[in-house]
C-alpha cells in the first residue's frame, strides 16, 4: 500500500509549508502568549485559498482532494495548532455540513462567504451537561411562525465570539436521546444569542473556546439544516471528517516537536559530546520517530478512504485515536529532551505539549474513540 502524495498533492502542500513557516511560525509563540483570534493570519490564509480547500470551484472553494486538506492542517498545525484547529473546524465542522445537507439557498448564502473567509464557521453541539453523551442536548428550540425560538447554552465552543456562523444543535421534540434533535444554522448577529465566559485555556490559546448563551434567540426557521429531528445524523456523518482531521493537527504538533528536540540534541553538548550521542537520547528519538511514522501512516490511510468515498469511522478513529496519543507523549518526550528549558517559555516546546493535551480530548476523547473502534470491530 502506498499513501506518497501526488505530485499535484506534494506542490500543495510545499505551497501551504512555505506560508506556514514564514508567516505563521515566527508568530506562533507570541499567538500564544497574547491569546487572541489570529484575524490578520486567517485572513492571509483566506486569500492563499485555505479557507476552503476540499470544497468544490462552484462555492468558491479549491476544489481539492480531502488529501491536500489533510496535508494542509498538518503543515498549519506544525507552525501553529491554534491556527490549525480554526481551519479545522471551520472547515470540517462549519462548511462541510452545509455543502453535505444543506439546500441551494443556504449553499448560496454561507459557503461563497465561507470559503472566501469572509465568514469563520462555529461548530455547537457541546453543553455542560453533553459532552461525550451528546445526544443528552437540552438547548431547546420552538417553531413559533417563521423563527425557531432557542433557549440554552453551549460551552466549549471553538472561535466562540469570532465565528460568524454557528452550526448550532437544539432539541426540537420532548424527551431525551438523539431523536428530536435539530441543527440550526446561527449568524453572529442573531436577537437574543450572546457570547458568555471565553475559557483561558492550558493551550489553542490564540483559538478562543467561549460559552453560547440563547435567551429567546430568534433563528429564521429557514436556517434549518436538513429537516427536524435530522440534526444528531448530521452531527455524527461528519465526525468521520473531522477526526482525521485531528489526527492530522496532533501530527503538525508532534513533528513540529520532534524536529526541535532532534535539532536541540545534536546541538547540545554535555560531558564532552553531543547529548543525542547518549544512547538514552537516541533511544527517546527512535521511539518518537518511529510513532510519528506510525501515526502518519494512520491518518493518511483514513484520509485515503475518505477520499475514495468509502466509509472510514474505524479508521478515523484509529487515526485520531493514535496520532494524538502519539502527539502527548512525543511532546512530553521533548520537553525532557531539553531539560529545564523545556520548562520555559524561551523554547517552543513547552508550548507544543500544552496544545497537545486537548487533541486527546476534542472530537470525541480517546476513551470514547476505544469505544468506536471496539463496536466497529464486533458489530
Known sequence: MDFKLSEEQKMFQNVVRNFARKEILPVAAQIDDEGVFPRKLVDKMAKLGLMGIPLPLQWGGAGADFISYIAALEEISYASASLGVILAVHTSLGAMPILRYGNK????????????????????????????????????AEKSGGHYIVNGAKMFITSGGSADTYLTFVRTQQGSGPQGIT????????????????????GLNGSPTAQLVFENARVPAENILGGEGQGFEIAMSNLDVGRIGIAAQGLGIAQAAFDAALNYSKER????????????????????????????????RAASIKNDGAR?????????????????RITTDAVQIFGGYGYCKEYPVERLMRDAKVTQIYEGSNQIQ???IARQLTK
Open 105 to 140: 439557498q443556504q449553499k448560496m448564502r454561507y459557503l461563497p462567504r465561507m470559503t472566501s473567509g469572509e465568514w469563520i464557521g462555529a461548530f455547537a453541539l457541546t453543553e455542560a451537561n453533553s459532552g461525550s453523551d451528546a445526544s443528552s442536548l437540552s438547548t431547546r
Open 183 to 202: 441543527a440550526l444554522i446561527v449568524e453572529k448577529d442573531t436577537p437574543g444569542f450572546t457570547i458568555g465566559k471565553i475559557e483561558k485555556k492550558m
Open 269 to 300: 553538548v554535555q560531558f564532552n559530546q553531543r547529548i543525542c550521542d547518549f544512547q538514552g537520547i537516541q533511544f527517546m528519538l527512535s521511539d518518537m520517530a518511529t510513532a510519528l511514522d506510525a501515526a502518519r501512516l494512520l491518518t493518511y
Open 312 to 328: 472510514c469511522t474505524k479508521e478515523a478513529s484509529m487515526a485520531k485515536l493514535y496520532a494524538t496519543d502519539a502527539a502527548m
Open 370 to 372: 476505544r469505544i468506536v
